[in-house]
C-alpha cells in the first residue's frame, strides 16, 4: 500500500532514488495446484507480472527465481510472457538465482536479458523427465479385478496397473526428446555467443552458479540488492510486487461443507503432493 501511495504523489514530494519492482517466482512449476502445494504457472504469475511491468518510471524489472523445474508448457508460458511484457513495456529484465533455477525454472530464468545467481546456487538441467510408479500386481493381491474398456488401440498407453511396453516407453521417449529440442532451442537463442561449446551443457546436468558462469549458462555471480544498487545508484530501492489482497489487505479463505466433507481425502492428497514437491527439490540436494 505505501508503494501505491507514494507513486500516486508528484514526483517532486517522493524521496530520491530509482524503484525497481521486484518480482518472486518460487516452487515447483505446474497446472492447478491446491492448499498443500502452491503452484507456480501463468495463471498464479501473471497478475504480479502485469503489476511489476506496469511501473511506469522503472528501467527494469528484476525477477527473483527458487525452482526445481516441473511443466515444461507452464515454464514456456511463463517465460513467453514475460518476454512479452518486456518488449510492449521496453524493459530491462533481470533474474536472480535463488538456491536453485533447474529443468523448467533455467527455461523461466532465460527470459532474463541477464542471469545472476550466487555462486552456490544450482543451474541448468536442461533436459525432459517423466517418472511415474508401476502396480501391475497390486491388484491380484488384493483380491481387485480392473476393468478399462477403450475405442483406440492406444488409450491405455502407459498404463499404471498393466505390465509396461516397449513401444509405449519409445513412443513417450519420442515425446521427450521433442520436448528436449525445444528447449534447447530456447537455450541456443537466448544465451547466444555467450554459451559455451561443451557436449555436457544440454545432457540433464546441473551446476552451481560457479561452473554456470564458465559454461555462459548465466551471467554473473551476486546478490540482487548489491546488484541492483551497484547498476542504478545507492538509493534505489527495491519494491516487492505481489498478487491483489481483499478487503482490509488480506485474504479470507472460505470454508464450505464440501470443503468439510473432503478434508480426509485433501488430507491424503497432499500428503501425496508434498512428496512429490519434496522429491523434486531433493534431486538438487536441497
Known sequence: MAGFLRRLMPKRFRKEGIVIPVVRLQGAIMTGGSQFRPALNLASTAQVLEKAFGFKDAPAVAISINSPGGSPVQSRLIFTRIRELAREKQKKVIVFVEDVAASGGYMIALSGDEIIADPTSIVGSIGVVSGGFGFPELLKKIGVERRVYTAGENKVILDPFQPEKEKDIEYLKTLQLEIHQVFIAMVRERRAGKLKDDET??????????????????????????????????????????????????????????????????????????????????????
Open 201 to 286: 551443457v544440454f545432457s540433464g546436468l546441473f551446476w552451481t552458479g560457479t561452473r554456470g558462469l564458465e559454461l555462459g549458462l548465466i551471467d554473473g555471480l551476486g546478490d540482487m540488492r548489491q546488484e541492483l544498487k551497484k547498476r542504478y545508484g545507492s538509493k534505489t530501492r527495491l519494491e516487492l510486487v505481489t498478487p491483489a489482497r481483499g478487503l482490509f489487505g488480506r485474504r479470507i479463505p472460505g470454508i464450505s461443507s464440501a470443503s468439510l466433507d473432503g478434508a480426509a481425502s485433501g488430507f491424503a492428497a497432499g500428503l501425496v503432493e508434498t512428496a512429490e514437491d519434496r522429491a523434486l527439490w531433493s534431486r538438487y540436494g536441497l
